[in-house]
């Protein structure tokens, strides 16, 4: 009987996985898939000699989370890769915003658009080096983050911490204007935030775009040498060095409670793996709530407010194999491993209303990743593996353009909707299309079959919205991984921080684990000094 069962071998779930190992616990996880790595993999099914990442690709994230560098991943075989630029927005009329590791160099771009507004991207960044290790510590622990939040709070005393907070909750749009007279600089940030569900106009857009846009500016958007399962692969490496068991192809079907306490769980196959101490679940809040755990061992109000869960938007992704460079009409672009294809905010904005009213965008805002440009393994000499994804909605209402695309997305919807992609592409590269060598549509319904997490093609575990944020996340008064079934922790992107590649819902659950068991022997200990536990005297 393993000390632990890890329901889930995405990247929370291994990153759980090995931090209980090395504190010692026989560990063992289970994975629907035939494969590990949840939405960080990759194949090389799209052309021959091409590697394409299925579902995650660039990792801000991950380059700065504390988590995955404690696990000192480099010599398990993980190697990163930088595209000479970060990110890239280009417009039509040739103008283009790019963000880059040096941040004189960010700074000049944004001054092409309007003089003074490199001046002005120095000051946002000023902010980050001031107080960015306090602001990370209180992202990747858990909520709330007591020690970091009280450093921070110490730090920004007084009128400067108002005005920090103000920024924080604006709407990226209004951020953007307070801060830059031109329109790159709004661009970088309003792009970076609808890396998530946030639209311009949405408050707490300019916090994570702002947050975003740091990240890349300080770590870059950096890639896993070789593709992103590389990333998983390093994380299972490491694992099986510390002796814990992974199973792929075992689907869990329920979570095993006894007297109100998680004691293991049930497969689709029908066997019983029972856990001595902990139960961790790497899966979404609604299949663990709502599918894993028997209502009657959940309190009345989580069921409740289960119902008022919201998913983020649902994806569209295209993988291209491509005969050559894309031809951007601006040529900045081209050393970019991420570039956003939108012709400026107003388009932003006009985009995330039609998702608003469940309508699939007619100019969908892409974000496009140059893989090859980035991490010259991916493909040929020559060539290009690329992909880009776009948002639509989680339910359908219609079509914003005139194809009648309903969100049933059979085979003609898919290739109606990848055809559109492209368009939008080709009005940044003309003559992209020309260079597709083979491509593949992952549509909401495919992502979610490749990953039960992705439901609908959701990929941040909720929205991130502020009303499903912080001590909201995922429901009302949590925001930390313990549940209310003893011994079962919520380990997934449906915990806080949330989704991204980081492994803090994994290591936030893998310590609570190990803090419970811990205080659980203190308590049995003081029992047994005291007299009140006689067991102690079997010993």
Known sequence: MPDAVVIGAGPNGLVAANLLADAGWSVEVLEEQPEPGGAVRHDGEVAPGFVNDLFSSFYPLAAASPVLAGLHLEEHGLRWAHAPHVLAHPLTDGTCAVLDRDVGTTAASLDVFAPGDGAAWHRLHDVWDRYRADILDAVFTPFPPVRAAARLALRLRGAGGLRLARTLVLPVRRLGEEEFRGEGGRLLLAGNALH???????????????????????????VPAGGSGALTEALVRRLRTRGATLRCGQRVDHVVVRDRRAVGVRTAGGETVAARRAVLADVSVPALYGTLVDPADLPAQVLSDLERFQWDFATFKVDWALDGPVPWRCARAAGA??????????????????????????RPFALFGQMTTTDPSRS??????????????????????????????DTKEQELMADRVERQVERFAPGFRSLIRARRILAPPTLQAMDANLHGGAINGGTTAMHQQLFFRPVPGTGRPETPV???????????????????????????????????????AQRVLTGRDRTGDRR
């Open 196 to 222: 998530a569900d946030l639209a311009p106009e949405a408050a707490g857009s300019g916090g994570f775009g702002w947050l975003m846009s740091m990240l890349g500016q300080t770590y870059g958007f950096p």
């Open 380 to 409: 040929p000499d020559g060539t290009e593996s690329a992909w880009a994804y776009t948002h639509v909605p989680q339910d359908v209402r219609g079509d914003a353009g005139d194809e009648g695309i309903g969100g049933c997305w």
């Open 486 to 524: 003893a011994g079962l922790y919520l380990a997934s992107a449906g915990a806080h921080p949330g989704g991204g590649v980081h492994g803090a819902p994994g290591a936030n659950a893998a310590r609570a684990a190990l803090r419970q068991h811990r205080l659980a022997g203190l308590s049995r």
């Open 337 to 362: 491993g991420t570039v956003h294809l939108a012709d400026g905010l107003d388009e932003l904005t006009r985009f995330a209303a039609q998702i608003a009213m469940r309508q699939v965008p007619d």
